[in-house]
């Protein structure tokens, strides 16, 4: 049945171009040629880094990062491997880039170990940390239940991934990860949340997603306030999880200050 409300509002909106165009405005009113937008050579793969990142692991070495006492990643065939300890099981470590970093778009590969030990949060654990406070969490998520909010690809402890991407343990995976930093004001309050949208294996398993604050074990997020750039970081939480091909790229995100 032709309904006739909806005829009457089908008609305005058919109507709205030529409406515009009776003013006298012109399709290059709309058009925007100022600013460009920067030229950036992709990699020759979409995994490979574009030419404007910042490769944080080639495959060579990890002087990128510093790496402290009581945690070893040995570096073999291209790859970067955690090397299994009980003691960074219990109390695990993160190393951190020298380089601090505000907005960003993040590629990282990981593998958990093919031989499948423990369960939980006991199976190939580790986590990408975002301005040393947030974390992406890395785990054994293939067929190896936990809780939601902690397994691979969570915002650990605030937000489960919106799928389980997981390939099974011993084949690489990709993260990439895009991340807005957040800003405070002058007394520490907080002007604008961090916010992630992260990729797993092609799949979109973080969308926009409201960062709480610094991650918590035990008790609620919560944010302190930081410099707008901070270092990212690998955890070693004691399991023999490995990384290659990690690549950085700084944003300048629209009506963001100070970004780069
Ligand atoms: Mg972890």
Do not use: C
């Not at 990142?53 to 790859?79: C, Q």
């Not at 402890?157 to 343990?169: E, G, S, T, V």
């Not at 895009?178 to 092609?202: C, E, H, I, L, W």
């Not at 979109?204 to 991650?215: A, P």
């Amino acid at each position: 049945m032709h309904h006739p409300v909806k005829a009457a509002l089908f008609l305005s909106f058919a109507f709205l171009p030529f409406a515009a165009a009776a003013q006298g405005a012109k399709p290059e009113d709309t058009e925007v040629w100022e600013p460009v937008p920067k030229v950036v050579t992709p990699g020759a793969t979409n995994q490979a880094p574009p030419a404007d990142a910042v490769v944080l692991f080639d495959g060579k070495d990890m002087s990128r990062f510093d790496i402290p006492a009581g945690t070893v990643w040995n570096v073999k065939d291209g790859v970067v491997t955690i090397q299994p300890s009980q003691k960074q099981q219990e109390k695990p470590i993160v190393i951190y880039t020298r380089q601090a970093f505000g907005d960003v778009q993040l590629h990282v590969e990981w593998r958990a170990p093919q031989e499948v030990r423990g369960e939980g949060q006991r199976r190939g654990n580790s986590g990408i940390f975002l301005q040393k406070r947030y974390e992406v969490q890395v785990l054994d998520s293939y067929n190896n239940r936990t809780y939601s909010n902690g397994q691979a690809a969570s915002v650990y402890k605030q937000h489960m991934p919106l799928a389980n991407a997981n390939r099974k343990p011993g084949e690489w995976q990709t993260y990439d990860i895009f991340f807005t930093a957040p800003r405070f004001n002058d007394d520490g309050s907080v002007k604008s949340p961090a916010y992630v949208t992260v990729v797993q294996n092609g799949v979109l398993v973080q969308y926009h997603t409201e960062i709480q604050g610094s991650i918590a074990f035990i008790g609620k997020p919560a944010y302190q306030k930081h410099n707008l750039k901070e270092p990212l970081g690998l955890q070693d939480h004691g399991d023999a999880v490995s990384y290659r091909n990690i690549w950085v790229r700084e944003l300048t995100l629209p009506g963001k200050e100070g970004a780069q």
